[in-house]
Structures are given as structure tokens and as C-alpha cells.
């Protein structure tokens, strides 16, 4: 029988109506994502699939949360409920003392692979992040990545993260174009609390001049109304900089404004994936991309032995997220932006075997290929 | 009814338990109402649905009879014993946190017996430190449980 019904729609997740006794807020305390909870053994929980998980997600946390509101997030100022409630990326994410959860993360220490800090939008967030990292960096030597909020950075504060020991930065521009950000983040009924297309590339640019090359992403998220092109016009944009584009899907969060909005389909999304494996690892040009009037990815023009091969390497279709020390896979997301009843949209380890098989077929390669494409 | 509490996880005397299922059962005119005891919840990290087996559907011991989905897994609801659902607690699958609140007010299926002799192969009684005591240890060993 089919056991779950609907596995695609969106679920509320909230265990009981266990509320926070007066104010638990950065830098004392700080949210870690399920996942992590998980891992750490801080919270009860398995995953559906047996792999090792060792990326840690943090959290800043304040009571009058993230001044931002963009349309797609559920963490948004005018998204319904308490903020203390409210989920992102599709899960809780619990509260914990940063001191106990330093303590434990050194504990685990040789079973985790990449740390990172999401900042969020306040006035407080640059200070107790630095807070946060010094107290990281005083117990666990695993590599530390920073999601940066733009609206509360400058250079000399992107330079001050380098010198107590981050490694990247990552920037979540998630619109991949000036239109939809303005449209998602910046005119929206809270307000854009600074969020503007300019300050973000801004910021890409003084971290890729403090970084160095490959030691920043951006964040793009599939799904917002963007075109193939526009996203894959990007990848090459970034590419350029050495910079890499770190994918995420869409998937909409209960009661947000963008909370009926369909997700990106699997054939898309899994072309998607495809396409920028080619660009920044295999080195294949614009030209190799075409494009219908819609923007609609149509054709790859190359050897279809050669795409053949990316696909069974499978890494293609593997979560995008900071590396762990010596390039293995480090934050990878499990179940971040899909229910664990559906298709995984990106495997937090190398898919094989029955996976393959069933990338191939959400893949429809013969639809995409021209056939006896020139190379590159 | 004896109340047993081990290591923070409440027992209760009068029910029986089947520790693949992680499940309790009480079994009354040969109708078994069956829900997922304190251990068998936290295991799984937060539900986020439960799909169970319709009234007038056969299930089958140690086989599913549902689906239950939490934020990072997806697995089978599996029946501690053979018959025929009888009835489906529909208030508890839309309230799945009110399941976390009281584990033994909030049954999940009611199924018709088929072969009471599988009560035999339940724990219950006396038998229920040594065998939860065993289960706790076997999950401890997986790291599926907080410390």
C-alpha cells in the first residue's frame, strides 16, 4: 500500500509546546539544526539511511529574530507564529548553551567534518558571531565556514572572521538575479532591513579579495522564478572568480508567503545539478548550453560518454556545502530541503547502485543530449 | 496497576510490549489497542505524519501496518500482532504531539486478534525491567538516543 500519502506537501514539525524560560539569546545561547541535534547527540532521532554526518549547522538566535522578510524563508519577519517556533529549512532548529554544545562538539570532535554559523539580520549578529567562532576556535579545530548576514558586515569585519580562524564565507543570495532579489528580500511588507542586491555583491567581493579563490560560495536557491539560463549565466559568473555556487531547491515553507508556491521539478532540478558539475569541474563553456525563448535549459551540446560519466561519478548530484579538511564532503544538509519521504534532492553521501538508477531516470539524458555533440 | 520506571522511561505492569514493534498493548475481548510506548517515540526525533492501516484492513505481526514519518526518517508502523483493524485513533494522528504528551492515552490502531497465542511472544509483567533494559542498551549502542 501506498503508506504516506502527499509525500511531498509540506509538514509543520513541533514535538510539543516546550517554550524557553526568559531570554535564551546569542551568544549564550544558540540554535544547531535538526540534524545536528541529532548527531550530537543533543537530541533523539535517526536517519533514514545509514552514513556518516559530521557537517554542524549553528544558529544566532534573538528574541525579535531575523530583522529580514524575505518571501521564502521561515524565519521571515511577517511569517506567522513565534519566532522561537518557527522552523528553517523545513526543520526545527532546537536552542542550546553555546558552552555545553563547544563542549560536545569537542567531545565528537573527530567524527565532524565542517562547522558553520548562520548569522542572521540584527545589530548584535557580527559581534556574537565573533563571540561564537572565538569560542569554537578555543576547543574544535574542524574547519568553520560563516553564512554571513551582508546588512550587518563591512571589509574590516569580513578580514577581523579571517584572522580568529574562518575558513570560508558563504553568502546566501539564493535570488540569482537583481530582479527577483529585489522582488524576494528587499520589497517586501517588513521591510528589506538593508538587504540589497549591491550590498551582497559587495560583500562576495571583499571576501573572495580576503578569502582567496574557493574559499567563498554563494548560495543559490532553485526554484524562486528564475529561468536555466539565468542560473546557469551564474555559475559562470562565479566560476570566473573562483567562487563556487552552492545549490539549494526550493521547498517551501509552511505559512510563509512563498508556502504554496511549487518547488522546482526533479527533472529540472536534477538537470540543474548536472549543468553546474560541468561548468566548474569539467570546465565546459556557455556555448554548450542552450537555451529555448523561456530560458528552459534544452540541449547539452558534448559527448554524451563524457555526461555519461559525470553522472556515474555521481557527485553531481550530492549536497553542495563547505568541504571538510581534506576536500571530502562536509556540511551536507540530510533531508534539508525534501521530506525523507521523497526523492532525495541532493545525497548527503555518493550516490551508487538503485541511486544511480534513479537519478538516470529523473535525468532523462535522451531528452536533453544532442546526439553526437561536439566537445565542449 | 503497577507503574515501573526505568531509567526515566515509564512502564506500565498491566500491558503487554513487543520490543521489535516498539509498542505497548492492552488487550480487552480480544481487540488489541496498540500504541507506541516512551522508548518506541523517541527514537525516531519528531513525527511529522503517521499513516496507519485502514479499519477492515489483515495485518500481520512484525509486518507494517502504516507508515510513520519523523524530520530525518521514514519507516514502518509495524503490527505487534495479527488481525484485522478494527479502528484507527484519528484524533491522535492529528495530533501527533499530543502522542509525545501521554504515549498510553493515545492508541493508534485497535486490531481483532487473529491468533491470541502471539501474546505469548510479548513482554509483560515481571519480564519488563530486564527486556526494556535490554532495548534501551541496544539503542544506546546505535547513538539514536539524546544523552
Redesign the interface.
Known sequence: MSLLENPTRPVTLRRTGEKAEGAQVSPEWVRISAASAIALQFRSGRFSRDFAFGGINLLLNYEDGCRSDCSYCGLARTRPGDYEDKSFIRVEWPLFRTGELVDRMAEKESSLTRLCISMVTSPLAYRDTVTITEAIRAKVATPLSILVAPPTLNRRKLEHFAEIGVDMIGIGLDAVTEELFRRHRTEVPAGGAGLSWEKYWSVVNDSRDIFGPWKVNCHTVVGLGETDAELIDLFFQLREREIFAYLFCFNPEPDSRLGQHPKSSISRWRRIQLAKRLIEEKGYQRRAFDFDSEGSLLNIDAPREAVEDVVEEGIAFMTDGCPGENGEPGCTRPYGSYRPTESFRDYPFLPEGMDLQVIRGELDLDGLMVQGGSDR | MKRLNVEGYELRGDLYYDAKADMWLSVEDGVAKVGYDPLGL????????L?L?EPGREVTRGQ?A??L????????VTAPVSGVVEAVNEEAVANL?RI??DPYGSWLLAIRMSDPGELGELVTGDALNESFARRLAAYRA??????
Open positions: 523517541e527514537i525516531n526525533g519528531t513525527l511529522a505524519a499513516v492501516a507494517a502504516g507508515s514519518e519523523a524530520e530525518k526518517f521514514v519507516g514502518p504531539a509525545y504528551a546505535q547513538g539514536v538516543l539524546a544523552r
